[in-house]
């Protein structure tokens, strides 16, 4: 396999030669894997580049991309366009320059992707994984609580560090994804790119690493920015899901049963039923009509089949009934407090909490994932 390990390098003078010997020395033994070193550096003001011109005179599976600096995103996608275009690599790894990450590990995320996973991340939350123990507790807090908004906010609670730069992954994932990932120019564009590749169905691996703090150079992280991109990001990325996921389709098929029940309704009227009877049966008649368009469509990934249809038809009906009580409910109390004209303004309401009441009741019980 033809691996590429993508190195970003902004003033790492003083650690890149002593990274490259280091990788050079744990991927030397790799048998049927030959590894190429790109580093990525943005024309970096301390000569990184040099010291990566003069180790290439004797080390030519060594590369220099060099560029301007616009940001930790746009390096690594610099680096993934040379890996994919230029070297055709199959796999592609991602490691700081600043030795915070052991290459000693690298040999692991090699075995895992051979075992058949497709994304290797090195996990700094997992047991036998680490972060300093010499952080102050605000440091711990921050990349603590910052790695689990987004491990809880994206909602793939499975991965446990979202955050860090090592790792391999196929590089198909970067051929798919490269076009997508150009928005992302800092160092949001790692929990961007993981999240992509795990919607297109990566297998993901962790293996635990420990995280030491850099000896020499400077951190190039810029806090405030990169809390704005991660709350950015996971908001948008929340608001997509919901609107293009099951919420969507969910809204639609009430829509649905709401003119079924109306036409019904007038209908039956016409015909000189009385409107409570006709009302009932066109409720039940959308209630009919919601059940199937659910558990066909908008839910259809957890279709209920056989036996099994009867009594969460059952379920849903029950169920329905804490909807029609909120928005009664909700009526009642406004119009107890407001006055009876002015039922409208919460029958509007009424229906909105009776819309959630649903949503929660179909997604979390009736077509529940199995695990
Ligand atoms: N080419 C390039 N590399 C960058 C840029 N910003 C950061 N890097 C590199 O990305 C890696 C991670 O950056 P660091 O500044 O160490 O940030 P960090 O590891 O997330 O944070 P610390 O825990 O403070 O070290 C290092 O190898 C940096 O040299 C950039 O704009 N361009
Ligand atoms: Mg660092």
Not at 64 to 80: D, Q
Not at 246 to 253: A, G, I, N, S
Not at 255 to 264: E, K, L, P, R, Y
Request: hydrophobic share 45%; glycine share 10%.
């Amino acid at each position: 396999m033809k691996i590429a390990v993508i190195i970003p390098t902004y003033n790492e003078r003083e650690n890149i030669r002593s990274l490259l010997d280091r990788l050079l020395a744990v991927t030397k033994p790799l048998a049927h894997h030959q590894c190429t070193f790109i580093v990525v550096d943005d024309t970096s003001p301390d000569g990184t580049a040099q010291v990566v011109k003069a180790y290439r005179k004797t080390h030519p599976n060594t590369v220099l991309i060099s560029g301007k600096k616009e940001g930790l995103g746009k390096a690594l996608l610099r680096g993934m366009t040379y890996a994919i275009d230029d070297l055709g690599a199959d796999a592609i790894a991602q490691i700081d320059a600043d030795l915070s990450h052991d290459p000693t590990a690298f040999g692991k995320f090699v075995s895992a992707l051979d075992n058949g996973s497709d994304f290797v991340i090195g996990s700094r939350y997992i047991t036998g994984g680490s972060i300093p123990s010499n952080w102050g507790l605000h440091r711990k807090i921050y990349s603590v609580l910052g790695n689990a908004v987004v491990r809880y906010g994206l909602g793939f609670s499975s991965v446990h560090d979202w955050t860090g730069g090592y790792r391999l992954y196929r590089a198909s994932y970067a051929k798919r994804l490269r076009e997508q990932m150009n928005k992302y120019r800092g160092y949001v564009f790692q929990i961007a790119f993981l999240y992509k590749s795990i919607l297109l169905g990566a297998d993901v691996a962790e293996i635990p690493i420990h995280f030491s703090d850099r000896q020499f150079g400077h951190s190039k992280i810029a806090p405030s920015e990169y809390i704005r991109d991660v709350l950015t990001f996971v908001f948008r990325q929340r608001v997509k899901r919901a609107i293009y996921g099951p919420f969507l389709k969910f809204c639609v098929v009430g829509s649905i049963g709401f003119a079924i029940n109306t036409i019904i309704l007038e209908v039956l009227v016409t015909l000189g039923m009385h409107p409570a009877w006709g009302s009932a049966v066109g409720a039940e008649c959308a209630i009919v009509s919601n059940f199937l368009l659910n558990n066909n469509w908008t839910f259809g990934t957890k279709k209920i089949a056989g036996i099994r249809l009867i009594r969460k038809f059952f379920q849903f009906n029950v169920t329905s009934l804490g909807a029609i009580f909120l928005q009664a409910g909700t009526v009642l109390v406004g119009t107890h407090l407001f006055g009876i004209q002015q039922y409208r303004w919460f029958y509007v309401p009424g229906v909105g909490f009776g819309l959630l009441w649903n949503y929660a009741m179909y997604s979390r019980v009736i077509w529940r994932q199995k695990r």
